[in-house]
Protein backbone atom coordinates (compact mmCIF):
# COMPACT_ATOMS: atom_id res chain seq x y z
CA UNK A 1 0.00 0.00 0.00
CA UNK A 2 2.73 2.66 0.57
CA UNK A 3 4.33 1.82 -2.17
CA UNK A 4 1.15 1.97 -4.15
CA UNK A 5 0.15 5.32 -2.74
CA UNK A 6 3.58 6.71 -3.18
CA UNK A 7 3.38 6.06 -6.78
CA UNK A 8 0.41 7.84 -7.46
CA UNK A 9 1.53 10.79 -5.75
CA UNK A 10 0.85 10.23 -1.83
CA UNK A 11 3.44 12.00 0.46
CA UNK A 12 3.75 8.39 2.94
CA UNK A 13 5.59 8.87 5.64
CA UNK A 14 8.39 6.29 6.81
CA UNK A 15 6.64 2.84 8.00
CA UNK A 16 6.03 2.33 11.85
CA UNK A 17 6.86 -1.33 12.66
CA UNK A 18 4.09 -3.43 14.87
CA UNK A 19 6.51 -2.90 18.02
CA UNK A 20 6.62 0.82 18.46
CA UNK A 21 5.64 2.52 21.26
CA UNK A 22 2.17 3.77 21.44
CA UNK A 23 3.94 7.42 22.20
CA UNK A 24 5.65 7.16 18.73
CA UNK A 25 2.32 6.04 17.42
CA UNK A 26 0.56 8.84 18.49
CA UNK A 27 3.25 11.37 17.25
CA UNK A 28 3.12 9.98 13.81
CA UNK A 29 -0.41 10.14 13.80
CA UNK A 30 -0.60 14.32 14.40
CA UNK A 31 -0.48 16.04 11.33
CA UNK A 32 -1.63 13.39 8.16
CA UNK A 33 -4.67 13.07 6.67
CA UNK A 34 -4.99 9.28 7.30
CA UNK A 35 -3.70 6.59 9.58
CA UNK A 36 -3.43 3.48 7.46
CA UNK A 37 -2.96 -0.02 10.26
CA UNK A 38 -1.69 -3.06 8.23
CA UNK A 39 -1.18 -5.51 11.42
CA UNK A 40 -2.63 -8.66 12.00
CA UNK A 41 -6.42 -8.68 12.74
CA UNK A 42 -5.54 -9.51 16.59
CA UNK A 43 -3.27 -5.88 17.06
CA UNK A 44 -5.48 -3.05 14.90
CA UNK A 45 -7.54 -2.19 17.95
CA UNK A 46 -4.06 -1.38 20.18
CA UNK A 47 -2.46 0.32 17.19
CA UNK A 48 -5.45 2.56 16.81
CA UNK A 49 -5.71 3.02 20.76
CA UNK A 50 -2.89 4.83 20.18
CA UNK A 51 -3.74 7.16 18.11
CA UNK A 52 -5.25 10.24 20.37
CA UNK A 53 -8.96 10.47 20.01
CA UNK A 54 -8.31 14.35 19.50
CA UNK A 55 -6.41 13.62 15.70
CA UNK A 56 -7.84 14.91 12.81
CA UNK A 57 -6.34 12.29 10.60
CA UNK A 58 -8.78 9.54 9.60
CA UNK A 59 -7.89 5.99 11.16
CA UNK A 60 -8.68 2.93 9.25
CA UNK A 61 -7.37 -0.48 8.97
CA UNK A 62 -6.93 -2.74 6.25
CA UNK A 63 -8.44 -6.04 7.71
CA UNK A 64 -10.82 -7.78 5.35
CA UNK A 65 -13.06 -9.41 8.50
CA UNK A 66 -12.67 -6.73 11.16
CA UNK A 67 -15.06 -3.57 11.09
CA UNK A 68 -15.25 0.17 12.60
CA UNK A 69 -15.58 -0.90 15.84
CA UNK A 70 -12.26 -2.09 15.89
CA UNK A 71 -10.54 1.09 15.12
CA UNK A 72 -13.19 3.08 17.26
CA UNK A 73 -13.75 5.35 18.99
CA UNK A 74 -11.87 8.02 16.59
CA UNK A 75 -14.23 10.54 14.79
CA UNK A 76 -12.76 9.68 11.53
CA UNK A 77 -13.15 5.58 11.12
CA UNK A 78 -12.38 3.35 7.90
CA UNK A 79 -11.95 0.33 6.38
CA UNK A 80 -10.33 -0.86 3.66
CA UNK A 81 -9.55 -3.91 2.17
CA UNK A 82 -8.43 -4.58 -1.27
CA UNK A 83 -9.64 -7.45 -2.83
CA UNK A 84 -6.69 -9.09 -4.35
CA UNK A 85 -3.96 -11.38 -3.37
CA UNK A 86 -0.60 -10.24 -2.40
CA UNK A 87 2.42 -12.85 -2.35
CA UNK A 88 4.73 -10.10 -1.46
CA UNK A 89 4.90 -6.47 -1.85
CA UNK A 90 6.50 -5.48 -5.20
CA UNK A 91 3.95 -7.75 -7.04
CA UNK A 92 1.34 -5.72 -4.05
CA UNK A 93 2.04 -2.23 -5.18
CA UNK A 94 1.60 -2.97 -9.13
CA UNK A 95 -1.88 -5.05 -8.57
CA UNK A 96 -3.08 -2.51 -6.47
CA UNK A 97 -2.94 0.05 -9.50
CA UNK A 98 -4.41 -2.45 -11.81
CA UNK A 99 -8.22 -1.48 -11.54
CA UNK A 100 -8.64 -3.79 -8.40
CA UNK A 101 -12.01 -4.28 -6.15
CA UNK A 102 -11.60 -2.58 -2.64
CA UNK A 103 -14.25 -3.45 -0.07
CA UNK A 104 -14.57 0.11 1.62
CA UNK A 105 -16.57 1.66 4.62
CA UNK A 106 -16.68 4.66 6.72
CA UNK A 107 -14.79 7.85 6.39
CA UNK A 108 -14.44 9.05 2.42
CA UNK A 109 -10.84 9.32 2.41
CA UNK A 110 -10.68 5.66 1.57
CA UNK A 111 -13.03 6.45 -1.60
CA UNK A 112 -10.29 8.89 -2.29
CA UNK A 113 -7.53 6.14 -1.85
CA UNK A 114 -9.96 3.59 -4.30
CA UNK A 115 -9.70 6.56 -7.11
CA UNK A 116 -6.52 7.58 -6.93
CA UNK A 117 -4.97 3.92 -7.15
CA UNK A 118 -7.13 3.67 -10.23
CA UNK A 119 -9.87 0.91 -8.52
CA UNK A 120 -13.34 0.36 -7.97
CA UNK A 121 -14.99 -0.32 -4.89
CA UNK A 122 -18.29 -1.73 -2.80
CA UNK A 123 -19.56 -1.14 0.40
CA UNK A 124 -19.54 -3.85 3.20
CA UNK A 125 -21.81 -3.24 6.49
CA UNK A 126 -19.84 -4.27 9.74
CA UNK A 127 -21.72 -7.44 10.23
CA UNK A 128 -21.19 -8.29 6.93
CA UNK A 129 -17.80 -8.35 6.63
CA UNK A 130 -16.72 -11.66 7.88
CA UNK A 131 -18.67 -13.28 5.50
CA UNK A 132 -17.57 -10.96 2.73
CA UNK A 133 -13.85 -11.91 3.93
CA UNK A 134 -14.93 -15.85 3.83
CA UNK A 135 -15.69 -15.51 0.38
CA UNK A 136 -12.40 -14.09 -0.31
CA UNK A 137 -10.60 -16.56 1.33
CA UNK A 138 -12.45 -18.95 -0.35
CA UNK A 139 -11.84 -17.10 -3.44
CA UNK A 140 -8.16 -16.75 -3.01
CA UNK A 141 -6.84 -19.14 0.22
CA UNK A 142 -8.68 -22.02 -1.00
CA UNK A 143 -8.75 -21.85 -4.57
CA UNK A 144 -4.75 -22.51 -3.84
CA UNK A 145 -4.85 -25.08 -1.30
CA UNK A 146 -7.27 -26.63 -3.70
CA UNK A 147 -4.71 -26.65 -6.33
CA UNK A 148 -2.30 -27.99 -3.88
CA UNK A 149 -4.90 -31.53 -3.96
CA UNK A 150 -4.81 -31.18 -7.90
CA UNK A 151 -1.09 -31.22 -7.75
CA UNK A 152 -0.82 -33.88 -5.54
CA UNK A 153 -3.04 -36.35 -7.18
CA UNK A 154 -1.87 -35.27 -11.01
CA UNK A 155 1.41 -36.60 -9.89
CA UNK A 156 0.35 -39.74 -8.85
CA UNK A 157 -0.01 -40.22 -13.22
CA UNK A 158 2.71 -38.10 -14.17
CA UNK A 159 0.91 -34.86 -14.89
CA UNK A 160 2.12 -31.70 -13.84
CA UNK A 161 1.24 -28.59 -12.18
CA UNK A 162 1.70 -26.58 -15.51
CA UNK A 163 -0.92 -28.48 -17.67
CA UNK A 164 -3.42 -28.34 -14.87
CA UNK A 165 -2.79 -24.42 -14.61
CA UNK A 166 -4.01 -23.94 -18.27
CA UNK A 167 -7.09 -25.73 -17.35
CA UNK A 168 -7.47 -23.84 -14.31
CA UNK A 169 -7.54 -20.09 -16.47
CA UNK A 170 -10.08 -21.40 -19.42
CA UNK A 171 -12.74 -22.40 -16.28
CA UNK A 172 -12.24 -18.81 -14.63
CA UNK A 173 -12.99 -17.75 -18.56
CA UNK A 174 -15.82 -19.77 -18.99
CA UNK A 175 -17.60 -18.39 -15.65
CA UNK A 176 -16.70 -14.96 -16.18
CA UNK A 177 -18.30 -15.51 -19.95
CA UNK A 178 -20.96 -18.36 -19.01
CA UNK A 179 -21.79 -18.59 -15.13
CA UNK A 180 -20.69 -20.77 -12.44
CA UNK A 181 -23.49 -23.22 -13.24
CA UNK A 182 -23.37 -23.14 -17.19
CA UNK A 183 -19.42 -23.06 -16.67
CA UNK A 184 -20.02 -26.47 -14.56
CA UNK A 185 -18.70 -29.58 -16.51
CA UNK A 186 -17.84 -33.04 -15.23
CA UNK A 187 -19.39 -36.10 -13.27
CA UNK A 188 -20.92 -34.67 -10.20
CA UNK A 189 -22.47 -32.16 -13.09
CA UNK A 190 -23.74 -34.70 -15.11
CA UNK A 191 -25.08 -37.26 -12.41
CA UNK A 192 -22.10 -39.47 -13.09
CA UNK A 193 -21.62 -41.09 -9.51
CA UNK A 194 -19.82 -44.37 -10.42
CA UNK A 195 -16.44 -42.31 -11.94
CA UNK A 196 -16.66 -40.26 -8.56
CA UNK A 197 -16.54 -43.58 -6.90
CA UNK A 198 -13.78 -44.72 -9.42
CA UNK A 199 -12.16 -41.79 -8.53
CA UNK A 200 -12.61 -42.05 -4.79
CA UNK A 201 -10.71 -45.80 -5.54
CA UNK A 202 -7.51 -44.37 -7.29
CA UNK A 203 -6.32 -41.20 -4.91
CA UNK A 204 -4.91 -41.36 -0.97
CA UNK A 205 -7.10 -41.55 1.67
CA UNK A 206 -6.45 -38.25 3.11
CA UNK A 207 -7.57 -36.80 -0.32
CA UNK A 208 -11.48 -37.90 -0.14
CA UNK A 209 -12.70 -35.33 2.59
CA UNK A 210 -12.19 -32.45 0.62
CA UNK A 211 -13.04 -34.41 -2.44
CA UNK A 212 -15.99 -35.58 -1.33
CA UNK A 213 -17.32 -32.33 -0.01
CA UNK A 214 -16.73 -30.13 -3.30
CA UNK A 215 -18.07 -33.18 -5.49
CA UNK A 216 -21.49 -32.26 -3.00
CA UNK A 217 -20.81 -28.35 -4.20
CA UNK A 218 -20.62 -29.29 -7.65
CA UNK A 219 -23.67 -31.27 -7.08
CA UNK A 220 -25.85 -27.82 -5.82
CA UNK A 221 -24.78 -26.10 -8.41
CA UNK A 222 -25.80 -28.25 -10.65
CA UNK A 223 -29.36 -28.18 -9.08
CA UNK A 224 -28.69 -32.23 -8.06
CA UNK A 225 -29.60 -33.75 -5.17
CA UNK A 226 -26.55 -33.86 -2.41
CA UNK A 227 -26.18 -38.01 -2.85
CA UNK A 228 -23.43 -38.29 -0.80
CA UNK A 229 -23.48 -37.37 2.95
CA UNK A 230 -21.10 -36.55 5.72
CA UNK A 231 -20.39 -39.56 6.73
CA UNK A 232 -21.32 -39.93 10.56
CA UNK A 233 -18.12 -41.50 12.59
CA UNK A 234 -18.55 -44.99 14.61
CA UNK A 235 -19.41 -43.92 18.20
CA UNK A 236 -17.65 -46.47 20.29
CA UNK A 237 -18.16 -46.20 24.55
CA UNK A 238 -15.86 -49.74 25.32
CA UNK A 239 -12.08 -49.84 25.35
CA UNK A 240 -12.88 -53.76 23.39
CA UNK A 241 -14.90 -52.35 20.95
CA UNK A 242 -12.47 -49.68 19.74
CA UNK A 243 -9.27 -51.71 20.20
CA UNK A 244 -11.35 -54.56 17.54
CA UNK A 245 -12.28 -51.55 15.18
CA UNK A 246 -8.56 -51.07 15.17
CA UNK A 247 -6.95 -53.90 14.92
CA UNK A 248 -9.14 -54.33 12.06
CA UNK A 249 -8.07 -51.33 10.34
CA UNK A 250 -4.54 -52.38 11.30
CA UNK A 251 -4.90 -55.43 9.76
CA UNK A 252 -5.79 -53.55 6.19
CA UNK A 253 -2.31 -51.69 6.61
CA UNK A 254 -4.29 -48.37 8.09
CA UNK A 255 -2.67 -45.80 9.65
CA UNK A 256 -4.11 -44.39 12.79
CA UNK A 257 -4.24 -40.94 13.89
CA UNK A 258 -5.53 -40.45 17.27
CA UNK A 259 -6.92 -36.66 18.73
CA UNK A 260 -7.61 -36.94 22.80
CA UNK A 261 -10.15 -34.05 24.06
CA UNK A 262 -12.24 -33.70 26.88
CA UNK A 263 -15.05 -32.64 24.02
CA UNK A 264 -17.41 -29.39 23.79
CA UNK A 265 -15.31 -29.13 20.60
CA UNK A 266 -14.11 -26.14 18.64
CA UNK A 267 -12.28 -25.17 16.34
CA UNK A 268 -9.24 -25.51 17.66
CA UNK A 269 -10.26 -29.31 18.14
CA UNK A 270 -11.20 -29.32 14.31
CA UNK A 271 -7.96 -28.13 13.02
CA UNK A 272 -6.28 -30.83 15.25
CA UNK A 273 -8.88 -33.19 13.37
CA UNK A 274 -8.34 -32.28 10.27
CA UNK A 275 -4.71 -32.77 10.51
CA UNK A 276 -4.81 -36.03 11.19
CA UNK A 277 -7.32 -36.80 8.60
CA UNK A 278 -4.65 -35.32 6.59
CA UNK A 279 -2.11 -37.70 7.67
CA UNK A 280 -3.65 -41.23 8.68
CA UNK A 281 -6.19 -43.54 6.86
CA UNK A 282 -8.39 -43.83 10.23
CA UNK A 283 -9.14 -41.22 12.65
CA UNK A 284 -10.00 -41.23 15.91
CA UNK A 285 -11.22 -38.95 18.18
CA UNK A 286 -11.49 -39.59 22.53
CA UNK A 287 -13.78 -37.24 24.38
CA UNK A 288 -13.59 -38.18 27.83
CA UNK A 289 -13.84 -35.95 30.92
CA UNK A 290 -11.15 -36.83 32.93
CA UNK A 291 -11.87 -36.13 36.56
CA UNK A 292 -8.31 -37.58 37.25
CA UNK A 293 -7.17 -33.83 36.29
CA UNK A 294 -9.37 -31.46 38.76
CA UNK A 295 -8.33 -30.78 41.91
CA UNK A 296 -11.02 -30.03 44.70
CA UNK A 297 -13.25 -27.04 43.63
CA UNK A 298 -12.09 -27.25 40.30
CA UNK A 299 -15.13 -27.56 37.23
CA UNK A 300 -15.20 -30.47 36.88
CA UNK A 301 -19.00 -30.95 37.41
CA UNK A 302 -19.62 -27.70 35.38
CA UNK A 303 -17.32 -28.44 32.60
CA UNK A 304 -19.30 -27.97 29.21
CA UNK A 305 -20.36 -31.48 27.94
CA UNK A 306 -22.49 -31.18 24.17
CA UNK A 307 -21.65 -34.56 22.66
CA UNK A 308 -24.14 -33.96 20.22
CA UNK A 309 -22.40 -31.02 18.63
CA UNK A 310 -19.41 -33.16 19.01
CA UNK A 311 -20.46 -35.49 17.24
CA UNK A 312 -21.72 -33.29 14.24
CA UNK A 313 -18.25 -31.24 14.19
CA UNK A 314 -16.32 -34.55 14.18
CA UNK A 315 -18.16 -36.15 11.15
CA UNK A 316 -17.31 -32.40 9.15
CA UNK A 317 -13.58 -32.78 10.09
CA UNK A 318 -13.35 -36.04 9.15
CA UNK A 319 -13.17 -38.60 12.21
CA UNK A 320 -14.02 -42.15 11.64
CA UNK A 321 -14.49 -43.20 15.04
CA UNK A 322 -15.77 -41.15 18.48
CA UNK A 323 -14.20 -42.78 21.38
CA UNK A 324 -16.59 -41.64 24.26
CA UNK A 325 -16.79 -43.81 27.18
CA UNK A 326 -17.94 -43.21 30.84
CA UNK A 327 -16.12 -42.92 33.85
CA UNK A 328 -16.91 -46.39 34.79
CA UNK A 329 -15.45 -47.63 31.65
CA UNK A 330 -12.03 -45.70 32.02
CA UNK A 331 -12.02 -45.90 35.77
CA UNK A 332 -14.00 -49.61 36.55
CA UNK A 333 -12.12 -49.71 40.11
CA UNK A 334 -10.30 -46.91 42.23
CA UNK A 335 -7.00 -45.99 40.19
CA UNK A 336 -3.84 -46.64 42.25
CA UNK A 337 -1.44 -46.52 39.44
CA UNK A 338 -0.42 -42.99 37.68
CA UNK A 339 2.15 -41.60 35.54
CA UNK A 340 4.29 -38.50 37.17
CA UNK A 341 6.50 -36.23 35.34
CA UNK A 342 9.13 -34.87 37.73
CA UNK A 343 10.19 -31.00 37.05
CA UNK A 344 8.12 -30.66 34.15
CA UNK A 345 4.87 -31.20 35.90
CA UNK A 346 6.06 -29.40 39.02
CA UNK A 347 6.40 -25.74 37.62
CA UNK A 348 3.35 -23.36 35.43
CA UNK A 349 0.31 -24.82 35.74
CA UNK A 350 1.68 -27.85 37.73
CA UNK A 351 2.63 -25.14 40.82
CA UNK A 352 -0.83 -23.67 40.83
CA UNK A 353 -2.70 -27.27 40.27
CA UNK A 354 -0.96 -29.48 41.65
CA UNK A 355 -1.57 -32.96 40.86
CA UNK A 356 -3.34 -32.04 37.63
CA UNK A 357 -0.56 -32.89 35.27
CA UNK A 358 -0.40 -36.75 37.03
CA UNK A 359 -4.23 -37.01 36.07
CA UNK A 360 -3.20 -35.75 32.34
CA UNK A 361 -0.34 -38.18 32.00
CA UNK A 362 -2.31 -41.04 33.30
CA UNK A 363 -5.01 -40.42 30.87
CA UNK A 364 -3.25 -39.92 28.10
CA UNK A 365 -0.72 -42.74 28.57
CA UNK A 366 -3.94 -44.93 29.20
CA UNK A 367 -5.43 -43.56 25.87
CA UNK A 368 -1.90 -44.59 24.05
CA UNK A 369 -1.79 -48.04 25.28
CA UNK A 370 -5.99 -48.71 24.05
CA UNK A 371 -4.99 -47.15 20.67
CA UNK A 372 -1.66 -48.68 20.53
CA UNK A 373 0.79 -47.10 17.56
CA UNK A 374 -0.44 -43.71 16.48
CA UNK A 375 -0.04 -40.38 15.22
CA UNK A 376 -1.69 -38.53 18.67
CA UNK A 377 -2.07 -34.77 17.70
CA UNK A 378 -2.07 -31.88 20.74
CA UNK A 379 -2.81 -27.93 20.32
CA UNK A 380 0.23 -26.18 21.17
CA UNK A 381 -2.42 -24.13 23.24
CA UNK A 382 -1.53 -26.23 26.32
CA UNK A 383 2.08 -26.39 25.69
CA UNK A 384 3.03 -27.38 29.17
CA UNK A 385 0.81 -30.03 28.53
CA UNK A 386 2.15 -30.68 25.00
CA UNK A 387 5.88 -30.88 26.25
CA UNK A 388 4.61 -33.36 29.21
CA UNK A 389 2.70 -35.94 26.53
CA UNK A 390 5.56 -35.92 23.92
CA UNK A 391 8.37 -36.68 27.35
CA UNK A 392 6.32 -39.60 28.49
CA UNK A 393 5.69 -41.06 24.83
CA UNK A 394 9.50 -40.97 25.04
CA UNK A 395 10.50 -41.97 28.28
CA UNK A 396 8.49 -44.95 28.11
CA UNK A 397 9.06 -45.68 24.59
CA UNK A 398 5.57 -45.72 23.29
CA UNK A 399 4.86 -46.57 20.10
CA UNK A 400 2.67 -43.09 19.34
CA UNK A 401 4.42 -40.53 17.06
CA UNK A 402 3.05 -37.25 19.85
CA UNK A 403 2.43 -34.32 17.08
CA UNK A 404 2.32 -30.42 18.22
CA UNK A 405 0.09 -28.40 15.76
CA UNK A 406 -0.45 -24.43 16.08
CA UNK A 407 -3.03 -22.22 18.31
CA UNK A 408 -6.34 -21.72 16.60
CA UNK A 409 -7.42 -18.42 17.13
CA UNK A 410 -10.62 -15.45 17.53
CA UNK A 411 -10.22 -12.53 15.17
CA UNK A 412 -8.88 -10.51 18.11
CA UNK A 413 -6.02 -13.17 19.70
CA UNK A 414 -7.78 -15.06 21.75
CA UNK A 415 -6.77 -18.61 22.00
CA UNK A 416 -9.73 -20.92 21.35
CA UNK A 417 -10.81 -22.38 24.32
CA UNK A 418 -13.71 -24.46 25.92
CA UNK A 419 -13.63 -22.13 29.03
CA UNK A 420 -13.81 -19.34 26.74
CA UNK A 421 -17.56 -20.16 27.50
CA UNK A 422 -17.65 -19.13 31.50
CA UNK A 423 -16.19 -15.37 30.10
CA UNK A 424 -18.72 -12.52 30.82
CA UNK A 425 -18.98 -10.03 28.22
CA UNK A 426 -16.86 -7.57 29.96
CA UNK A 427 -14.15 -10.22 30.61
CA UNK A 428 -13.95 -11.29 26.99
CA UNK A 429 -12.74 -8.23 26.22
CA UNK A 430 -10.35 -7.86 28.48
CA UNK A 431 -9.30 -11.15 27.79
CA UNK A 432 -7.44 -10.57 24.35
CA UNK A 433 -5.07 -8.77 26.99
CA UNK A 434 -3.22 -12.23 27.04
CA UNK A 435 -2.08 -12.27 23.68
CA UNK A 436 -1.14 -8.28 23.97
CA UNK A 437 1.53 -9.47 27.06
CA UNK A 438 3.00 -12.02 24.93
CA UNK A 439 3.89 -9.88 21.78
CA UNK A 440 5.29 -7.57 24.51
CA UNK A 441 7.42 -10.06 25.90
CA UNK A 442 8.52 -10.94 22.34
CA UNK A 443 9.35 -8.00 21.48
CA UNK A 444 11.66 -7.24 24.20
CA UNK A 445 13.24 -10.80 23.61
CA UNK A 446 13.80 -10.18 19.88
CA UNK A 447 15.22 -6.73 20.51
CA UNK A 448 17.81 -8.50 22.61
CA UNK A 449 16.77 -8.25 26.60
CA UNK A 450 19.01 -10.49 28.26
CA UNK A 451 17.20 -10.90 31.25
CA UNK A 452 14.16 -13.32 31.60
CA UNK A 453 12.98 -11.32 34.76
CA UNK A 454 12.77 -8.02 32.92
CA UNK A 455 10.52 -9.84 29.91
CA UNK A 456 8.35 -11.49 32.06
CA UNK A 457 7.67 -7.90 34.41
CA UNK A 458 6.49 -6.21 31.17
CA UNK A 459 4.16 -8.73 30.32
CA UNK A 460 2.74 -8.92 33.93
CA UNK A 461 2.67 -4.85 33.41
CA UNK A 462 0.88 -5.23 30.55
CA UNK A 463 -1.81 -7.84 32.13
CA UNK A 464 -2.40 -5.66 34.84
CA UNK A 465 -3.71 -2.71 32.85
CA UNK A 466 -6.83 -5.35 32.09
CA UNK A 467 -8.60 -4.54 35.56
CA UNK A 468 -10.20 -7.96 35.57
CA UNK A 469 -7.07 -10.21 34.95
CA UNK A 470 -5.78 -12.04 37.80
CA UNK A 471 -2.26 -12.84 37.17
CA UNK A 472 -1.16 -16.68 38.14
CA UNK A 473 1.75 -16.64 36.49
CA UNK A 474 3.85 -14.68 33.15
CA UNK A 475 6.91 -16.76 32.55
CA UNK A 476 9.77 -16.67 29.93
CA UNK A 477 11.48 -20.46 29.71
CA UNK A 478 13.48 -22.71 28.12
CA UNK A 479 10.65 -24.77 25.84
CA UNK A 480 12.24 -27.98 26.69
CA UNK A 481 12.81 -27.95 30.62
CA UNK A 482 9.99 -25.18 30.89
CA UNK A 483 12.47 -23.78 33.52
CA UNK A 484 13.79 -20.22 33.82
CA UNK A 485 16.93 -19.54 33.19
CA UNK A 486 19.28 -17.28 35.37
CA UNK A 487 21.80 -16.98 32.33
CA UNK A 488 20.97 -14.59 29.84
CA UNK A 489 18.22 -15.52 27.07
CA UNK A 490 19.59 -17.13 24.50
CA UNK A 491 18.41 -19.41 21.25
CA UNK A 492 14.57 -20.37 21.45
CA UNK A 493 12.57 -18.66 24.67
CA UNK A 494 8.80 -19.62 25.15
CA UNK A 495 6.67 -17.44 27.39
CA UNK A 496 3.73 -18.44 28.87
CA UNK A 497 0.73 -16.72 30.40
CA UNK A 498 -1.56 -18.35 33.04
CA UNK A 499 -4.99 -15.85 33.82
CA UNK A 500 -7.97 -15.84 35.63
CA UNK A 501 -10.88 -14.03 34.45
CA UNK A 502 -13.84 -14.72 36.84
CA UNK A 503 -14.82 -18.22 36.78
CA UNK A 504 -11.93 -18.95 33.74
CA UNK A 505 -8.49 -19.81 34.06
CA UNK A 506 -7.28 -18.76 30.52
CA UNK A 507 -3.52 -20.13 29.23
CA UNK A 508 -1.41 -18.78 26.49
CA UNK A 509 1.85 -18.60 24.76
CA UNK A 510 4.28 -17.95 21.90
CA UNK A 511 7.37 -18.46 21.06
CA UNK A 512 10.41 -16.70 20.07
CA UNK A 513 13.74 -16.71 19.63
CA UNK A 514 16.97 -14.46 21.79
CA UNK A 515 19.82 -12.97 19.73
Known sequence: ???????????????????????????????????????????????????????????????????????????????????????????GARRLLAGCWFAVAGD???????????????????????????????????????LGQAERIGAQAGVGL??????????????????????????????????????????????????????????RLAGRAVTVPVNRPVTEGTIGGLCARLHKARSGGHRVGLVPTMGFLHAGHRSLIERAR??????????FVNPLQFNPGEDFDDYPRDLDHDLALCAQAGADIVFAPDQHEMYPEPVTT???????????????????????ATVVAKLFSIVGECSAYFGEKDFQQLAIVSRMAKDLSLPVRVVGCPTVREPDGLALSSRNAYLSSDERAQA???????????????????????????????????????????????????????????????????????KARLIDNLGCRAG
Not at 39 to 66: I, Q, R, S, Y
Not at 341 to 352: E, Q
Open 1 to 91: MAAALAEVGWQVRPILGRAAPPGEVAAAAADVDLVLIATPDAAVADVAAAVEPTATAAVAHLAGALGLDAVAPHPRTAALHPLVALPDAAV
Open 108 to 146: RIVRQVVADLGGRSFEVADGDRAAYHAAAVVASNHLVAL
Open 162 to 219: AALLDLVRATVDNVEELGLAAALTGPAARGDEATIERHLGAIAPAEHPAYRALADEAR
Open 278 to 287: SENDLVVVSI
Open 338 to 360: TVRLRTLADVLCGASRPGHFDGV
Open 432 to 502: RVLRRALEAGAALVEAGEPDGAVVEARMAAVISDAPLARIDYAAAVSPTTLTRSRQPLQGDVRLLVAVRFG
